[in-house]
């Protein structure tokens, strides 16, 4: 079942306190990044965030497991109501998660 728009700007406009916000189209589904750093995903209508020991302390309750058939475990994140909730587990998930790389300049 691919994602309702709706739900997905919903998700987009509760985490915009953490940075910048930006999601990409993946097969239905959707990548979340902040500031360019994945760190999320939305599948079926479900919000996902990487699994990092910085976050889960902050979880509410810990659920694991895959956003889609052949996935790893992701934190599933059942209270997406809570604006203040998810912008803290952002702010702790990003800082343990790697950087973008740079893109090479194709012309050098």
Not at 26 to 35: E, K, L, Q, S, T
Not at 38 to 55: H, M, Q
Not at 75 to 100: E, M
């Amino acid at each position: 079942m691919a994602c309702n728009s709706d739900f997905v700007q919903y998700i987009i406009d509760q985490c915009s306190g953490s940075g910048e916000i930006a999601v990409k189209k993946m097969m239905g589904d959707y990548c979340v990044y902040c500031d360019g750093v994945l760190f999320g995903l939305i599948c079926d209508n479900n919000f996902y965030l990487k699994v990092t020991e910085s976050c889960r302390p902050l979880l509410k309750e810990v659920i694991l497991r895959p956003p889609y058939d052949g996935a790893k475990d992701y934190f599933y994140i059942s209270d997406v109501d809570d604006r203040d909730y998810l912008i803290s587990l952002i702010k702790a998930t990003i800082p343990a998660l790697p950087k973008p790389k740079a893109k090479k300049n194709p012309l050098k």
